[in-house]
């Protein structure tokens, strides 16, 4: 792929031995269950109420406008942490700015597809970040395939983690929204919505750190430190997210992320002066207490916990291909996978 050309994603290499293992994923809406981790509690006091919500085939932004409609107020004072799946039995974290007046009893609200499971107040609102994380239980139906190559990826990844990818929905359908991120830094395009804009800009960033995470890959670096990484507080390698300031690394690890950027170097140096500021990220993600099972001879159910902005599918995608349901799409930036 050439710095001109971003109209369909690389296909970004695993670390593991493919199984050629597949299974249908998402066949019912409680084959994927996700259950937030709160950064903190609701204290009981304070000008937001906290809502635990449990949706059923909703996204998270539908859920918000629908709190803001219940509750007479403007869609921006509803909070939440992160976006959740729609096609997923998905529970989390909701907060509404409502300071003066009666705390009106939210859990009477009646929704086939969401329900209030408890409500209190607390001190601030929610903002994209403020969880720990999410657990999963994923069963996936029709499984084909070796079975002994998919218990060895099992164990390794268990052991090692996996690849700390950005999933497929970062990038939009069939990853358009890096080519538009591209045209907007080329100023080729205009974007005046400063949401689409964050989608795009969000698209071109995480592309970014997938191409060093794919070379790394390659190289058989992955998990491993080069000459000059930067180490995160759990002492793994990071990669870049890019943006203003030098590249933190130093020898072989910088000469790495350079490179990436050279045969990227629009999107690069886009990013730098639309305002980003260089971070770091893990290169990889540690599933916490993976377990798995087979009821069936056909069907695979995991369990495990994910930090905040890790991805399911970077777990599965070591260990077998998985294919969903035809559905229609239903709008750009929409996440298919939790983040």
């Not at 007479?72 to 509404?96: C, H, N, P």
């Not at 409500?119 to 070796?146: A, Y």
């Not at 099992?154 to 990038?171: H, S, T």
């Not at 203003?244 to 050279?262: K, M, W, Y």
């Amino acid at each position: 792929m050439t710095d001109a050309q971003y109209t369909t994603l690389p296909q970004w290499p695993n670390a593991y031995p493919v199984s050629g293992a597949s299974a249908t994923l998402k066949l019912l809406n409680e084959d994927f269950l996700v259950t937030e981790l709160p950064l903190q509690l609701p204290s009981g006091e304070g000008e937001h109420i906290w809502l635990d919500i449990e949706k059923n085939g909703a996204n998270t932004a539908f859920i918000a406008l629908q709190l803001a409609d219940a509750t007479g107020v403007q869609e921006r004072d509803v909070g939440y942490a992160g976006l959740k799946d729609r096609y997923a039995i998905t529970r989390q974290w909701f907060s509404i700015y409502l300071p003066k007046g009666e705390t009106p009893d939210l859990t009477q609200l009646q929704h086939p597809e969401f329900k209030v499971l408890s409500q209190s107040r607390h001190v601030k609102k929610l903002r994209p970040g403020d969880l720990l994380g999410n657990r999963f239980r994923i069963v996936l139906r029709e499984v084909t395939g070796d079975r002994d190559a998919i218990e060895s990826n099992l164990k390794a990844i268990a052991a090692q983690g996996v690849p700390n990818y950005f999933g497929a929905q970062r990038f939009g359908h069939d990853g358009g929204n890096v080519e538009q991120g591209r045209a907007m830094l080329a100023r080729e395009i205009r974007v005046r919505n400063p949401k689409k804009k964050g989608i795009y800009l969000s698209a071109v960033r995480s592309f970014i750190f997938n191409e060093v995470l794919a070379l790394r890959i390659q190289q058989g670096l992955w998990g491993k430190a080069l000459t000059g990484d930067v180490m995160d507080e759990a002492g793994r390698p990071t990669g870049p997210m890019w943006g203003r300031g030098r590249v933190s690394t130093t020898d072989e690890a910088q000469a790495l992320e350079n490179g990436v950027a050279g045969r990227h170097a629009t999107l690069c140096d886009g990013m730098e002066h639309a305002g980003l500021d260089q971070e770091r990220r893990a290169l990889v993600a540690s599933p916490a207490d993976l377990t798995w099972e087979w009821p069936q001879a056909d069907q695979l159910v995991l369990s495990f916990s994910l930090p905040a902005g890790n991805y399911a599918t970077s777990v599965l995608n070591e260990i077998l291909r998985t294919t969903e349901p035809d559905r229609q799409v239903e709008g750009e930036g929409e996440p298919a996978v939790v983040e």
